[in-house]
Each structure stands twice: as structure tokens, then as C-alpha cells.
């Protein structure tokens, strides 16, 4: 059995000012202090290796835990927060253009005809979330810390929950809906052999925990 912990990176000022980031946003002096707190938390959970995001927060949460826990960290790509069109990096989101672009792909999110500019899409994003896992069963370790981005982390269990059936409608509900915290842990468990109750639904994976944040107080 696979079980994974999904993290989303510590707090970046991207974060705690709103405004769109790039893959060199650090952590921020909170998100320094949630990350050290995460690596204190993971002296007392079982894991084999870290898997992280290549971005700059993504791999500074990463080695905070690597640091209390001796773990090893391999980069991927596949775990790099879903691009927002390349005309909004740094800025606010209250700007008015990155209003109007994020408005109008919001309003298009469910047509597969539509991109705005550069960023991907819902489909994009589904497929590269499907890869993530792939890779994620396909190592050999049982135990895997996967550090990551709020919206990749969504997608991710969205993929996990519902497989093919995933919707763009579903997905925009649910992640407006669903809060995952900066250095929130989601436990996931794969299990293809379990039988479920309702076979023809199950994607072999379950949830046990989303988004604990005990460690932060």
C-alpha cells in the first residue's frame, strides 16, 4: 500500500499580499517559521523520501523537512504550481488587468476551445496531475512526502477522488470550496486491491486526512 502526504508549501508574501507569483517566489518570513514547524512535525511521522515541487518555496519547505528527518529530496517538475498567464506574474491580484484576464478565463474555464495566453488549463492541469501520480506509484518507496502548490494539490486529489469523472465544473466548485492551508498535510493511501463498496467508482485511492494544520496552532 502507497500512502502519500500532500503538502503545500509555507507561506510566500505572494500569498499574504495577493499577487500572482513565479517559480523564484521565496517563503516568507512566516513561511520560514511553518516550514521549520512542519519539519518538527515530521519527526514523529513515518516517510521514506521527499518528493517536491522544483520551485523555489516548494524545494525551501522540502529541505526544512529534510532537515529534522534526514530525508532525501527528489525534484519533479510535474509538481510546479498550474501557470497563470505570464502578464500577471507579481502582480496584485485587485490589479484591473489581472482582474479582466483571470475573469475571462474563469468565465471560459469549462471550454476546451478557449486559452486566454500562456497559462494552462483545466484539461492541461488534469493531465499533468494524472502524470504526478503515475510517477508517485511508480517509485519504489512505500512512504512518499510530496511538496507541492495549493491549486496542483487539488487537482491531485481531485484526480484521486473522482479519476476520469472529473469535471471542470467540479473542479472550480471544489477548489473555491475546499481550503488547504500553507503547510497543511493531506494523507493519502492507494490501495487497487482494497474492495469497495461501490466498486465501479473507486480509483483505488482514499483520503484519511485533509489539510492538517495542527503543527501551526
Not at 186 to 193: A, L, Q, S, V
Request: net charge negative; charged share 25%; glycine share 6%.
Amino acid at each position: 500500500m502507497k500512502r502519500i502526504f500532500l503538502i503545500r508549501h509555507g507561506s510566500t508574501l505572494g500569498n499574504e499580499q495577493l499577487t500572482h507569483q513565479t517559480a523564484e517566489t521565496p517563503l516568507s518570513e512566516n513561511g520560514l517559521a511553518q516550514a521549520r514547524l512542519l519539519g518538527e512535525r515530521f519527526k514523529n511521522l513515518s516517510a521514506d523520501m521527499i518528493l517536491a515541487s522544483s520551485m523555489r518555496r516548494a524545494q525551501q519547505t522540502a529541505h526544512a523537512i529534510a532537515e529534522t528527518t534526514g530525508l532525501s529530496i527528489v525534484s519533479s517538475d510535474l509538481l510546479v504550481e498550474s501557470a497563470s498567464p505570464s502578464a500577471l506574474h507579481e502582480k496584485s491580484h485587485a490589479d484591473e488587468e489581472s482582474k479582466n484576464i483571470m475573469g475571462e478565463i474563469f468565465k471560459n474555464f469549462a471550454d476546451k476551445t478557449f486559452r486566454h495566453s500562456d497559462e494552462e488549463t483545466f484539461w492541461d492541469l488534469e493531465a499533468r496531475a494524472k502524470e504526478a501520480l503515475a510517477l508517485i506509484l511508480e517509485r519504489e518507496e512505500e512512504k512518499i512526502i510530496v511538496v507541492t502548490h495549493g491549486l496542483v494539490l487539488k487537482m491531485m486529489f481531485g484526480v484521486m477522488i473522482f479519476g476520469d469523472a472529473l469535471s471542470p465544473e467540479m473542479f472550480a466548485r471544489f477548489r473555491h470550496s475546499l481550503r488547504n492551508s500553507n503547510t497543511g498535510i493531506t494523507i493519502c493511501e492507494y490501495e487497487p486491491d482494497r474492495v469497495p463498496d461501490i466498486d465501479h467508482a473507486y480509483t483505488g485511492w482514499r483520503c484519511i486526512t485533509f489539510n492538517d494544520h495542527a503543527h501551526l496552532g
